[in-house]
């Protein structure tokens, strides 16, 4: 089982920027895609963005240009830099990782949710 750490979440201002931290720990064998969810009173959880073992990446087509994933393979950890942030990127921002045996998924696994309000 792998267990995700969120933080870096908060109270911003219109215009303001945030950098999320994910950090994975527990049975991290395997992993292959880490990345972000969020989601909104009132809506779906969607996919903000993601990275695979060897940096490529995928975004939103709504953060696209003001958000950056990364990620450091050597501490297990994901990161999204978010700027340029607007009021309606506020929601609940999940970190999710997925791993596998060989090329059998396992279960994804999922952070506790970290908490992006932005004020206009």
């Known amino acids: 089982q792998v267990q995700l750490v969120e933080s870096g979440g908060g109270l911003v201002q219109a215009g303001g920027s945030l950098r999320l931290s994910c950090a994975a720990s527990?049975?991290?064998?395997?992993?292959?895609?880490m990345g972000w969810y969020r989601q909104a009173p009132g809506r779906q959880r969607e996919l903000v963005a993601a990275?695979?073992?060897?940096?490529?990446?995928n975004y939103a087509d709504s953060v696209k240009g003001r958000f950056t994933i990364s990620r450091d393979n050597a501490k297990n950890t994901v990161y999204l830099q978010m700027n340029g942030l607007k009021p309606e990127d506020t929601a609940v921002y999940y970190c999710?990782?997925?791993?596998?045996?060989?090329?059998?998924?396992?279960?994804?696994?999922w952070g506790q949710g970290t908490q992006v309000t932005v004020s206009s």
């Open positions: 999710n990782v997925k791993r596998s045996y060989g090329n059998v998924p396992a279960p994804d696994s």
């Open positions: 527990g049975n991290i064998v395997g992993i292959t895609v």
């Open positions: 990275i695979n073992s060897v940096g490529y990446t």
